[in-house]
């Protein structure tokens, strides 16, 4: 009886202490995946501007597609429950994590006009179409959903 006893006290023991490391390591699995999806934004978005021409107006300009995988929630990371994309000098991607805590990560870059000022996913595939077009101020990349 006394060795059931010691064995359950050391099992919860050995959970107490892993517990709080697993969720630590979700969290910093889910902030790697927001900085991976704003530098993907942001090198497509570079791309478009160094290497393309934009467009004379009322054309259509050169496109980048890129594809977001948003964390759902697993063993491996914490699931967003929202990604909002804006735009500026750069990119900026702000991720709420199903815990409530909320991720920022800004990568600099081309002038990124979101269409609608801000783009708000939820978690999944989501697909994005950046376009080159030609503003007075110079080259801006126009990000939609695709």
Do not use: K, Y
Request: positive net charge.
């Amino acid at each position: 009886m006394i060795r059931v006893v010691l064995t359950c006290l050391l099992t919860v023991a050995i959970a107490g202490v892993a517990f709080p490391a697993v969720d630590a390591a979700r969290a910093d699995a889910t902030t790697v995946a927001v900085g991976t999806m704003a530098d993907d934004i942001a090198h497509a978005a570079a791309s478009l501007a160094t290497t393309e021409d934009p467009p004379p107006t009322g054309l259509a300009g050169a496109r980048r597609h890129v594809v977001l995988d948003v964390p759902s929630g697993s063993w491996r990371a914490s699931g967003v429950s929202r990604l909002t994309i804006r735009g500026g000098d750069g990119v900026e991607l702000a991720a709420t994590t199903a815990s409530g805590t909320t991720i920022v990560r800004r990568v600099g870059g081309p002038r990124v006009h979101v269409v609608g000022e801000r783009l708000v996913f939820g978690p999944g595939e989501q697909r994005l179409r950046l376009t080159l077009a030609a503003n007075t101020a110079g080259p801006v990349v126009v990000v939609a959903p695709a």
